[in-house]
């Protein structure tokens, strides 16, 4: 089937291409015709050292292959330099692949600043560097595409990545809340929670190719999402191995308390209802006054 989904006139910048899933991004962007901006650091899994060659290899794969692109070597948290290449280099940001990212266990009684920051720094201030620089961009163009990169490990948590847990749980807030910054300006943001055979699940590209849970899904979906034709905004997609899954919020059925009924002894004799989901409340994008909204009525806004 020919590919419809096409990337003509588009310019894409995909952090950490080097590898994995960014370089899936890479490599399927430029094949539907976008031009794109390869960025990498070349650092190991666990963020330590630089590597220019890890760019510039998927950049010569890109061009054998008749693609256009080009490499940048910078950390992400330089996000005006990454951002800065495809503007010097095409004149405009279309699509913003937030998928740059470490990961190292460390047991939370073991956490140091230096290993907290390291993690954060990529992800969040990483995240949050190159979307500012490419954001003014997007607004004056009344265009743009944002995918952010969550974890299973980001909506559900693991024992000895509460760095990565915690900065993967990050980028789900970010994404939403320039969803609906972004909603009036055709700007749409998405997350991934992504599970794929990369050199961070410890395989090589080659692996990576023969996988069932290769980075080539990943790579689909995400084409979808940053199309010009599609309308989904502020989803959460935890995806890997031919599996794609959207995921929402759910509040179980809860406990009503008001005024003197509010003590920790009938909150004890009722904690049984906050596990009942028969009624469960499934809030949608924006609505974050569920109780607000119970309290005040539907005057009440989230907009400031
Ligand atoms: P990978 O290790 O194969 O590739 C990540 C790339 O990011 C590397 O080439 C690395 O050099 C680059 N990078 C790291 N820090 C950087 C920085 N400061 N500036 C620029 N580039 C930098 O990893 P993989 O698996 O492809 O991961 C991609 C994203 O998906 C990451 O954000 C990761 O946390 C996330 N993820 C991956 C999962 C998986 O199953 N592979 C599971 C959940 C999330």
Redesign the pocket.
């Known amino acids: 089937m020919a590919n419809t989904l096409t990337f003509e006139d588009r310019v894409v910048v995909v ?9 899936a991004y890479a490599h399927e962007f430029a094949k539907r015709g976008a031009r794109v901006v390869v ?5 190991s ?1 666990a ?1 330590k050292g630089s590597d220019t060659n ?1 760019a510039d290899t998927v950049v010569n794969e890109i061009i054998a292959s008749n693609g256009h692109a080009i490499a940048n070597h ?4 330089d996000g005006e330099k990454i951002v800065g290449a495809a503007l010097s280099e095409w004149g405009r940001i279309d699509v913003l692949l937030n ?5 190292y266990p460390t047991s939370f009684h073991e956490m140091t600043p230096e290993l907290w920051n390291r993690m954060l720094s ?2 969040v201030d ?1 995240s949050y560097a190159c979307t500012q620089a490419a954001w003014p961009h997007m607004l004056e163009q009344g265009f743009g595409r944002l995918l952010f ?5 980001g909506l559900y948590a693991a024992a000895k990545f509460a760095h ?1 847990s915690a900065a ?1 749980a990050a980028m789900l807030g970010l994404s939403k809340a320039l969803a609906l910054e972004g909603k009036e300006h055709n700007i749409h943001a998405n997350a991934v ?9 410890g395989r090589t590209n080659e692996e990576q190719a023969r996988s069932p849970f290769g ?1 080539r899904y990943l790579a689909q979906l995400a084409v979808w999402l940053c199309h010009e034709s599609t309308i989904e905004t502020g989803g959460v997609f935890e995806v ?1 191995g031919g599996y794609i899954h959207r995921v929402r919020n759910e509040l179980s059925n809860g406990l009503h308390l008001p005024g003197d009924m509010h003590t920790a002894e009938n909150i004890a004799e009722g904690a049984s209802t906050l596990e009942n989901y028969s009624n469960a409340i499934h809030p949608k994008l924006g609505e974050s006054w569920t109780i607000g909204k119970d309290v005040f009525g539907d005057g009440w806004s989230s907009e400031f």
């Not at 998928?99 to 990961?103: E, L």
């Not at 990169?149 to 490990?153: I, K, L, M, V, Y």
């Not at 929670?193 to 699940?201: G, I, L, Q």
């Open positions: 952090t950490g291409a080097g590898n994995g899933i960014g370089r960025n990498d650091l070349g650092g899994v963020g890890c910078d950390s992400v948290v998928n740059a990212g470490i990961a990529v992800h990483g990169t969550s974890s299973p490990f990565y993967k929670a992504p599970f794929s055979a990369s050199r961070m699940t980075p890997g």
